[in-house]
């Protein structure tokens, strides 16, 4: 049974920095491209970045792109989404999700979701 479970949201001000995480089963994490994704009230869900399963690849939307990055740690069965200067149009539940394709940003070429994690900018 693949599983993915994120942690890390919160309430910040804007500004600031928020690192949530996202730890995945061993059979996901071998072999499969990792993504986040965010969905805001009344809004789609969008793609926010993309990591190759060997971490050589990623793939930012331009909204994010030089402030977010997203690493991940194999050996720790776990990709993050570092954010850095954090707007309040960042607000959005974030969702962590796996493919064995590189470079995808739609949400139907993911397999497996997490169950999100709220993260929220104030102004």
């Known amino acids: 049974q693949v599983q993915l479970a994120e942690s890390g949201g919160g309430l910040v001000q804007a500004g600031v920095s928020l690192r949530p995480s996202c730890s995945a089963s061993v059979r996901t994490f071998s072999s499969d491209a990792m993504g986040w994704f965010r969905q805001a009230p009344g809004k789609e869900r969008e793609f926010v970045a993309a990591i190759s399963w060997t971490g050589a690849s990623t793939f930012y939307v331009a909204s994010v792109k030089g402030r977010f990055t997203i690493p991940r740690d194999n050996a720790k069965n776990t990709v993050y989404l570092q954010m850095n200067s954090l707007k309040p149009e960042d607000t959005a539940v974030y969702y962590c999700?796996?493919?064995?394709?590189?470079?995808?940003?739609?949400?139907?070429?993911?397999?497996?979701w997490g169950q999100g994690t709220q993260v929220t900018v104030s102004s």
């Open positions: 999700a796996a493919t064995p394709e590189v470079g995808v940003v739609t949400t139907g070429r993911y397999d497996y």
